[in-house]
Every structure is written in C-alpha cells, then in structure tokens.
C-alpha cells in the first residue's frame, strides 16, 4: 500500500515540475538585428496566474548567463535585452510591457540553441534555430505555445509590418478558431482549420465575379456547400467547377473566381477569401496577324502587327508571338490593350522608331524583350494567348517573297476574314514606306461583310431641348441577329454598354442619351460606337463602327 502511495506522490509531483516547466516559454527572439538594436528574446506566461523564477539560467549552445529573478503576470510577456534603452528607441513596444536588462548569451547569426533552465539546472523550455529559416533583422515568433518550439513549422519570421511583436501577441500565432483558404493546384481550393479548436457548421461558398469590380453578391454565387465539421490540422478539399461558370459568362478574357469560408468564431478573416485567375479563351482570330515585316535590312527590324476584329478591347498582356525556333517573344506590359477594330504592333527592336518616328511614345507599339526574329525565307507566326491557346496562325515559305519587290516592304492582309495561310490573302504593302503599322492596309480589299451604320442626329446634344438623343440604325444581311453595341470615348476607353445580345431584326435600332453606364452626361467631343451583330441561324459575327458627335 505504501508504494503505491509513493508512486502516486511521485506521478503528482512529475505532473508538478511539468506544469511548472510549461509556464513560462521562450516566445520570440531576434539574434541577428539591424543597425543600433540590440539583441533581444521574449519570455511568456502561458497561464492566468503570475509565474515567478529565482536564480534561473539563459543558455546558448556555449554557456550560460545568469538571471537572478523572474516574474511575469498571467499570460504577459517579458523582454530580456542587454540594453533596454536602445531596443525601445528600436521598437515599438507597449508601455505596460515588462522590459529586463540583462547579459544574454551571444546569440550566433547562423544557428544556435536557446535554453532556459531553473537554479538547478533543469530545462523549462529550449528551442534551436537557423538563420536560413527567416530574415536579418525580422524576429522569430512562436506560433503554438502549446507545441514545441523544435516542432517542424512553429517557429516561424515574424509577419509583423513592424518586424517584430515584442509585447505583443505574435503576428503567426494559432487562434483559438482560424479557417484558411490555399490554392492546391490551377482547379481545386484547399480548406483547413488552423485553429486549436474544432470548427463546427461553416458556410464554403464560390463567386464569380462576372464584373471583376471586387465586390461579391448572392447573384454571382455560383457554388454553396455547408461542411459539418473541421478538426484542428484537417483539411478539405473542393474542386472548381469551371464549366459552370462558362456555361453562364460570355466574358472572355480574365475573370476572378472567388472562394469563401465563413464561420461566426473564425478570429482571422485576412485568410477566408481565396481569388482563383480564371482565364476563358477569345473565340479564335478574334485577334488576328494584320501585318508582318520579314525580309529587311539593318535600317528595318521585323514587327506583327495585330487587328482586333471585335467589339471588346482585349489586354494582350502575356500574350506571346512564337516562330519555328519555338522562341516565344512574351508581351510584358500590362498596359498593352488593343481596342476594337484597332492595331498594335509587336516590334523586335527600338529601330521601328527611327522609321516610322511618329510611333514613338504610342502606347500601341512595344519591343519585345526576347528578339523576334523572322526567317526571310519561311517560318510560323502564331499568336498564343496566356493560356496557350493558338488565337491566329500563318506559315509562310520562301516563295512569299515572290510577292515582294526588295527588302523593308512588308505583307499585308488584304481582308481580315480571309484564310490566314494563304498566300492569296496577302500582298505586298502599296504606301512609299513600305509598312503601315497602326494604319489600315494599303493592299485592303473590301469584302461586303460589314453592317451598313447611319445615325440620326449626328452631331447632337443631350444638353438642349430638341435632338437630345442619336438614333443609330443599323441594317444588315441577317434576318435577325443578337446585337451587342458599346460606346468608347476617342481614346478607347468603354463608357457605354448601350445593348447586350439584343435580338432585332434588320434593320436595327438604337438609342443613345449621350450618358456613361453611370448615369452621367458625357462631355462635347467624338465617340465611337462599335456594333457586333451575331446571326441567330448562323453565328455568323459581323462588326462596324460609327463615330457619333456630342455637340452644344
């Protein structure tokens, strides 16, 4: 009877010594600091009563240092630094935080260990780091107290805007409820809970953000699962179904899918909101090679130019022109739009500028980085858009340049909805200068494949009394058609979406107030009205565009 009394004073006083060592942590430390501030760690108390130690030892992995007294309030923090002085002047640190000035160890820059121990040797807490797991002068933080500092991933460079958080609750500690959204691969979305605690009946929600203007409502939610439960550490994962979201956008381009966790205990709402880039290919030629430059001597570089056949501007932004080398010349600026029936020219080198100098400074020609070299006596050009699909594509060979007189002169289109592979399609440009980049061909045929435009009153002015609104008429081959009319002010920029698949007859009719989407009367000046006309039996694409004058 007496040993098993014995043993259970013996479990109780083991229970003791361990709770005693798991008071007090090493919290956060900054070995390798920047310019005046000092070394520095922080002790907590991870329970609600005060915690005091006497005659306790700091140990680095060469010696010890001595700290003849410790006392830290329930759940507060202690700064221990070799000059108190100037780690204030260096941080922004509370002034009800409890700040030591103390001789530390000389932490290594490298790696080393920390350890603090009790007067009789015995280990409250230690933990080992290397400088390749963080940044100089961003303090490591602790981000479970519960958990050993050496347990893979808890110990982690501070996320501080500051850099640090002495005094502070660590910017990377683990909340009580946290649920957070990663991207695992292109299609599915990873939902874990990162909290100490089980989340119970949490809402997974998807948009799509059809307007890209950042804001998500009911309408464009496009998927809704409610998850019974999540565990501390378990995850979830969702696959992204994109053919929904194409069976209900006819937007092409880039759009945001967005996925969304919401649980009322969630403590961290930075991590609930995941954007997935969604990227829908343009219906092929929608963008097509207008123009190319080949055959040239060291005065001329070679350029593509690029015809937008649609209605839409379009951001050719990571675009890429390939050849037979299999060389992709990659389109780097975002600012790089090509706006409906309009150019832009792709060019190989600045020299375009010194032939052509009233293109320079046109935000509608840019070099590539990667050269874009053309072969004389054949090679492939395609267009590539960002996901890799092909959007225009011509192979030409060496006796393309039987349609060429000498060097610099380039080949021209000579109608967008021809074949671009054949040569028949293709002339020699007629201009003196040899090229028209950013102009319309010189070698263009007409093919009656465009809608017939009037407008009625043209100029005329939402300002008066009379002629307030222009009537746009438009008459075409199609027996009826779905309509699409957009309004540009003279630099491209969309300011009216006047009809979206309207479904007509010919001819067709149109009425514009000279107002924006929002509401507002446009100021005096030109605009452009683009109108695509889709034939029902057909699909059959058609587009024109009509300049429309706000006058006084």
Not at 212 to 230: C, H, K, Q, V
Not at 404 to 431: D, F, G, M, V
Not at 496 to 514: C, E, I, Q
């Given at each position: 009877m007496l040993k098993f009394f014995i043993i259970i004073i013996l479990i109780l006083l083991l229970t003791i010594c361990n709770i005693l060592n798991a008071k007090i942590i090493i919290n956060e430390f900054n070995p390798y600091p920047e310019g005046d501030e000092p070394e520095w760690l922080e002790l907590f108390n991870t329970l609600t009563n005060k915690a005091s130690l006497t005659e306790c030892m700091l140990c680095d992995a060469s010696g010890c240092r001595k700290i003849p007294y410790l006392e830290i309030p329930g759940n507060g923090y202690l700064i221990i630094s070799v000059d108190t002085t100037a780690l204030r002047k260096a941080r922004k640190i509370p002034a009800e935080a409890l700040i030591l000035e103390c001789k530390l160890p000389a932490l290594n820059n490298t790696t080393d260990k920390i350890i603090l121990r009790k007067s009789d040797s015995s280990k409250i807490d230690s933990l080992f780091y290397d400088l390749k797991w963080g940044i100089r002068g961003i303090s490591f933080e602790r981000r479970d107290w519960a958990q050993p500092a050496n347990k893979p991933g808890n110990l982690l460079p501070s996320i501080s805007p500051d850099s640090a958080t002495a005094g502070y609750q660590n910017s990377v500690a683990i909340k009580d409820y946290d649920l957070q959204l990663k991207l695992l691969a292109n299609d599915s979305i990873l939902v874990s809970n990162t909290g100490r605690n089980s989340v119970f009946?949490?809402?997974?929600?998807?948009?799509?953000?059809?307007?890209?203007?950042?804001?998500?409502?009911?309408?464009?939610?496009?998927?809704?699962?409610?998850?019974?439960?999540?565990?501390?550490?378990?995850?979830?994962?969702?696959?992204?179904?994109?053919?929904?979201?194409?069976?209900?956008?006819?937007?092409?381009?880039?759009?945001?899918?967005?996925?969304v966790v919401h649980s009322e205990k969630d403590q961290n709402s930075k991590n609930d909101t995941l954007r997935v880039p969604f990227y829908l290919s343009y219906n092929k030629s929608t963008i097509i090679i207008n123009e190319f430059m080949f055959d040239t001597d060291s005065m001329m570089c070679d350029f593509v130019e690029l015809f937008n056949t649609s209605s839409d501007s379009i951001s050719l932004f990571h675009f890429f022109i390939e050849d037979n080398s299999s060389v992709k010349s990659q389109i780097n600026n975002p600012d790089i739009w090509i706006a409906p029936l309009s150019y832009v020219v792709i060019a190989s080198d600045s020299v375009i500028f010194q032939y052509f100098p009233e293109l320079t400074g046109n935000p509608d020609v840019t070099i590539c980085p990667e050269k874009l070299n053309l072969n004389y006596n054949g090679d492939r050009i395609s267009l590539i858009e960002t996901n890799g699909a092909?959007?225009?594509?011509?192979?030409?060979?060496?006796?393309?340049?039987?349609?060429?007189?000498?060097?610099?002169?380039?080949?021209?289109?000579?109608?967008?909805?021809?074949?671009?592979?054949?040569?028949?399609?293709?002339?020699?440009?007629?201009?003196?200068?040899?090229?028209?980049?950013?102009?319309?061909?010189?070698?263009?045929?007409?093919?009656?494949?465009?809608?017939?435009?009037?407008?009625?009153?043209?100029?005329?002015?939402?300002?008066?009394?009379?002629?307030?609104?222009?009537?746009?008429t438009c008459e075409s081959t199609f027996s009826k058609a779905n309509f699409n009319v957009v309004i540009y002010d003279a630099g491209g920029v969309l300011?009216?979406?006047?009809?979206?698949?309207?479904?007509?007859?010919?001819?067709?009719?149109?009425?514009?107030?000279?107002?924006?989407?929002?509401?507002f009367i446009l100021p005096i000046g030109p605009y452009i009205a683009v109108i695509e006309a889709t034939d029902a039996d057909s699909g059959s694409v058609k587009v024109s565009k009509i300049v429309l004058v706000i006058g006084k």
């Open positions: 009946k949490f809402d997974f929600n998807i948009y799509f953000d059809r307007n890209n203007d950042g804001y998500l409502n009911n309408e464009e939610l496009i998927e809704n699962e409610l998850i019974d439960s999540l565990n501390p550490e378990e995850e979830k994962s969702k696959k992204i179904d994109f053919t929904k979201v194409m069976s209900i956008t006819s937007k092409r381009g880039y759009s945001n899918i967005s996925a092909i959007q225009d594509e011509l192979e030409y060979t060496s006796s393309w340049r039987s349609l060429l007189k000498q060097k610099n002169i380039s080949l021209e289109r000579i109608n967008p909805h021809l074949n671009s592979n054949e040569i028949s399609s293709w002339a020699a440009c007629k201009n003196g200068r040899g090229a028209t980049p950013l102009f319309e061909n010189s070698a263009i045929v007409i093919i009656d494949t465009a809608l017939k435009l009037s407008a009625e009153p043209n100029p005329f002015s939402p300002f008066g009394n009379i002629g307030k609104n222009c009537i746009i300011m009216r979406h006047l009809a979206n698949r309207k479904f007509t007859s010919s001819p067709a009719y149109f009425v514009w107030d000279g107002r924006n989407d929002d509401g």
